[in-house]
DNA sequence: CTAACGTTTGTCCAACCGGTCAAAATTTTG
DNA sequence: CAAAATTTTGACCGGTTGGACAAACGTTAG
């Protein structure tokens, strides 16, 4: 797809790894259209002319960061193994999105914006890899269920809804917070949040008999 | 807050509605600063400035927008109610937010927009009338774990995950769709996502014993 | 009919924005 | 050190955008 990775001198490393965090911060805060060059180089430090010296567009900053976002962003789905108790293994990757909203919610906003906006620059990814790898895991997560280890349901709903209730805590931050209230909404939501959805996972909200 | 409602001519209720009409659509897809006037124009089939007789600047149309998205998004809420069975009422709220985001799936997208952006023009309502409202919920909840008609959890992160699962197929319809391919995902898939939610809500993951 | 009022349009503007370019400053290399 | 290569900067450009405005057009009531 691309040639050969260019040859880049230690300055053009230390730069654009400074201009792609300062993107991050400020396309997860903003979107795609919302941010300026000019916001990006003035929170990287630098002039917008130097800055267009390391990345020639600025959709070039954003696909560089997409790439770089989907993997690790991917990467605790990828873990979701056949090996050990499928209870909790599926607790583990819940615990492990859970965690990534909380450490990296930067990276959960820009992928939120760029789905939001309908995706126009990572479709093709979506509907290629990561289509293939949940299919992947839903035959695993079928496996499971035939063989009685966890409740039959649909694997491919119920990857949505990991997804969804661990990824609102970093996309809905301030809603969380706004809501939960100053005492609440501290630090601790996030056991707050890992204790409720471990129990929904498990149990469902029917009061034990 | 505002002064008396001016009144206004036939021309202008009809106009005014085709505008908003047209917004929702145009915000919706692009976010705020990703949308222009001129888009909102055309959609609505008239000249920018005749649009801005209409609402004198881009950021009314959106309070305007804003304003009425909230009341109807909120209305499932308010129905959850204290008589009948918590079980069944917490099913149907379900229900009634999955619904939602099949029908508005533009409203959940422009209120997705405007909280991923840190919420900045309607951050005063979050914390006054939508923490009041979940406040007030959670303690009708909290009664029905009392009571042992539910299981006891978090009653804040209940409605979250609620919020979080449900929205998940507007705000994400693309990847949803993507993810499930063309036969998986056609207009079944809000079925399939009720059932799955359903079960998930009442029983969890675990096998029947 | 006509005056008053409401609506629509074309034109214009200043600010912003993505990106270019050549020259200056700096760093690297021989 | 000195030449070569790299990095930084200031000035600039064309296109877009939000919004202003006055003139033209349409509608309605006396």
Do not use: C
């Not at 002039?47 to 010296?53: A, F, G, I």
């Not at 409720?196 to 008999?209: H, I, M, R, T, Y």
């Amino acid at each position: 797809m691309e040639g050969s990775a260019p040859r880049r001198t230690r300055i053009q490393q230390e730069k654009r790894e400074l201009i792609l965090e300062a993107a991050l911060e400020v396309f997860s805060a903003n979107g795609f259209r919302g941010s300026t060059i000019d916001q990006i180089a003035e929170a990287a430090g630098m002039s917008k002319p130097n800055l267009l010296y390391y990345f020639r567009r600025k959709e070039d900053i954003h696909e560089t960061l997409m790439q770089r976002l989907l993997d690790t962003w991917l990467a605790p789905l990828r873990e979701l193994d056949d090996i050990g108790d499928p209870m909790t293994e599926l607790r583990s990757y819940i615990r492990r999105k859970l965690e990534m909203a909380r450490d990296f919610p930067r990276e959960s906003r820009l992928f939120a914006n760029e789905i939001l906006q309908g995706a126009p620059r990572i479709m093709p990814m979506l509907e290629g890899e990561l289509k293939t790898l949940v299919e992947e895991k839903a035959a695993v997560i079928k496996g499971w269920m035939r063989a009685g280890k966890i409740a039959r349901t649909d694997p491919w709903h119920l990857i949505f809804s990991i997804w969804a209730t661990t990824q609102h805590y970093a996309d809905f931050d301030v809603q969380v917070r706004a809501v939960l209230g100053p005492d609440r909404g501290g630090d601790g939501r996030f056991e707050d949040a890992a204790r409720f959805l471990e129990q929904l996972f498990l149990d469902g909200l029917k009061p034990k008999a």
